[in-house]
């Protein structure tokens, strides 16, 4: 099992920035990958990047690319998603995921296994 827990959400002002972060615990050796969602207010879950655990290479949805930056410190088994130049169109809860098992891609939530209980991210115009 791994637990997730997600922190860093709150209010910015478009232009503004936030620091997500997701704590790992559990069997973190287990893991293959670990992603970032979003679900906004009606709409589906979407992918917004991923960092594979073994060789450090990431992947990004288009809207956030050049914005936003997954990033992983081994000591703590916590992944980051830094969002800069955040946009109203941000605005949404954010979840982080665990995939155990190796996949030819990361962005379909239908990969990952465990999931963090998701924070709001508010992006104010």
């Known amino acids: 099992q791994v637990q997730l827990v997600e922190s860093g959400g709150g209010l910015v002002q478009a232009g503004g920035s936030l620091r997500l972060s997701c704590a790992a615990s559990?069997?973190?050796?287990?893991?293959?990958?670990m992603g970032w969602f979003r679900q906004a207010p009606g709409k589906e879950r979407e992918f917004v990047a991923d960092y594979i655990w073994n060789g450090g290479n990431t992947d990004y949805a288009d809207s956030v690319k050049g914005r936003f930056t997954i990033s992983r410190d081994n000591a703590k088994n916590t992944v980051y998603l830094q969002m800069n130049s955040l946009k109203p169109e941000d605005t949404a809860v954010y979840s982080c995921a665990a995939a155990r098992w190796a996949r030819d891609s990361y962005r379909y939530p239908n990969n990952y296994g465990y999931w963090g209980q998701g924070t709001q991210v508010t992006v104010s115009s």
């Open positions: 559990g069997r973190t050796f287990s893991m293959a990958a």
